[in-house]
């Protein structure tokens, strides 16, 4: 172990803990220990902790208050069963929005933080977190990280989502990451001048962990490639992508370029992560942290294998508690156990959200991963003729494809584009092609490749 590396575990870490009063350390410890419990053991804590946030909430949080009274829940059945529990109306991300006050407890005493969600659908909004919740949200990620033998002051490179707002900002991440023994870059900064740049940095720190959006990391990936640089020899473990969906293609580049495997974070804005793939490829739920429910349209949960929508109860804000929260992602719990030993559930997410599916007029649906498959095909078939598409649905049977020309065959490929998604999704509809310079990350700092103006 290096002397900064030390210094910033033994040190650094748990004197920002105590500045801050929390205490991700102890929740590490913790969940350390409790991710070898036995399955039932964790079920059974877990449903004491979804009790506890109920009957708090029903007490304290004005929303739960007032909902429970409306649908005559007995507030003093502390004991409740999963069938009464299944009586709590669910939550949609509009009810959080406008009546975020209501959401909030009064009675709640120690510093809380703000967050706000990353606005995927167009909308941000604004969270707030208490101690509680930022100590074990951290701690279940660091928990995550010692899963390949990554822990808090081991060299991190992060590419981060958010563009810094000015020269003081940048400067004060900078120090916080160096302490930290980061390597901060914003996934604003990941453009094709600017990765010499970059993989010069990186090759001198020897970083343990990537972690960050999965676009960003693939032209890195896809730069050290090109131009064969000694990717493997940094001795990166794990790369860990978050917050978008990757295509299978994607990581598989990043695996061979880096030499390591790549493990998933899964969560959402409103709660931080709470799902982390482990070395034996499943997706554990941090049962310490989150409640989640796999639900049918009508509401009744499905069986383990089958999808169903997600919802989650989180378990460790009683701030801004959320109970029975559509997250909006399709996923199913797995049955069984995994080869790694921990006993946390298991889940897989099958697809990254509603906006993500391609509905048409004729009432069929498509995965819009589809059109990463049809770019691959267009990209075999004439090389270095599309460096980048975005395709947006105007209405159920209109397309328009936003499409950076390279210097090969770009009318061909895009005549080669329009025939294949014509093919997927039907003759009727009607494409249009619009050439520009570049594609524009969103606000916060996620690439799409498919953005739907019918699904709000
Ligand atoms: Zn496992």
Redesign the pocket.
């Known amino acids: 172990m290096s002397l900064h590396e030390s210094f910033t575990r033994h040190i650094y870490w748990p004197l920002v803990q105590k500045l801050k009063s929390e205490y991700a350390a102890r929740a590490l410890k913790e969940l350390s220990e409790s991710q070898w419990k036995s399955r039932d053991e964790i079920l059974s804590e877990q449903w004491q902790m979804v009790r506890r946030v109920v009957n708090k909430a029903a007490q304290d949080v004005p929303y739960y208050r007032q909902t429970y009274k409306r649908i005559g829940w007995d507030f003093n059945n502390k004991e409740f069963s999963y069938e009464d529990f299944l009586g709590i109306p669910k939550i949609e991300k509009e009810s959080l929005r406008d009546h975020i006050q209501e959401f909030l407890n009064p009675n709640y005493k120690g510093r809380v933080t703000e967050g706000s969600t990353s606005g995927s659908t167009g909308q941000s909004l604004t969270v707030f977190f208490n101690i509680e919740h930022e100590s074990y949200s951290e701690a279940g990620r660091w928990r995550a990280k010692d899963w390949w033998g990554v822990r808090p002051g081991s060299p991190h490179v992060a590419i981060w989502g958010r563009p810094y707002t000015g020269y003081k900002d940048r400067i004060a991440q900078q120090i916080k990451s160096y302490f930290m023994n980061y390597l901060l870059f914003s996934a604003f900064d990941i453009r094709q001048h600017s990765l010499k740049r970059i993989w010069n940095k990186i090759y001198r720190f020897k970083p343990h962990i990537i972690y960050g959006y999965p676009s960003a990391i693939f032209a890195l990936a896809e730069y050290t490639q090109n131009n064969k640089l000694p990717a493997h020899e940094l001795g990166i473990k794990v790369i860990m992508i978050t917050a978008e969906s990757s295509s299978i293609d994607q990581r598989h580049v990043i695996e061979e370029e880096f030499g390591c495997k790549t493990a998933n974070e899964y969560g959402c804005s409103e709660t931080g992560g709470f799902v982390y793939e ?3 490829s ?1 997706w ?1 739920i941090s049962s310490e942290l989150t409640f989640i429910e796999f639900l049918d349209p009508k509401g009744k949960p499905v069986s383990p294998g089958e999808r169903g929508e997600i919802f989650l109860t989180h378990l460790r804000n009683d701030y801004m508690p959320l109970i029975r929260y559509r997250v909006g992602d399709i996923g199913s719990q797995l049955a069984g156990t ?3 030993g ?1 006993n946390l559930p298991l889940m897989e997410v099958s697809v990254a959200k509603e906006s993500d599916i391609i509905h048409l007029a004729n009432r069929e649906s498509y995965m819009s991963g589809d059109l990463l498959y049809i770019n691959k095909s267009v990209m075999q078939a004439y090389p270095s003729s599309i460096l980048q598409f975005r395709v947006t649905q105007k209405t159920m049977d209109s397309f328009e494809i936003e499409v950076v020309p390279g210097t090969g065959q770009v009318g061909e490929a895009k005549q080669l584009f329009e025939q294949l998604l014509k093919k997927q999704l039907g003759k009727n509809i009607q494409i249009h092609f619009k050439r520009v310079s570049s594609i524009e990350r969103e606000p916060s700092g996620k690439l799409r490749y498919f953005i739907s103006e019918i699904n709000k």
Do not use: A, K, S, T
């Open positions: 482990c070395p034996e499943n554990h995994c080869d790694c921990r």
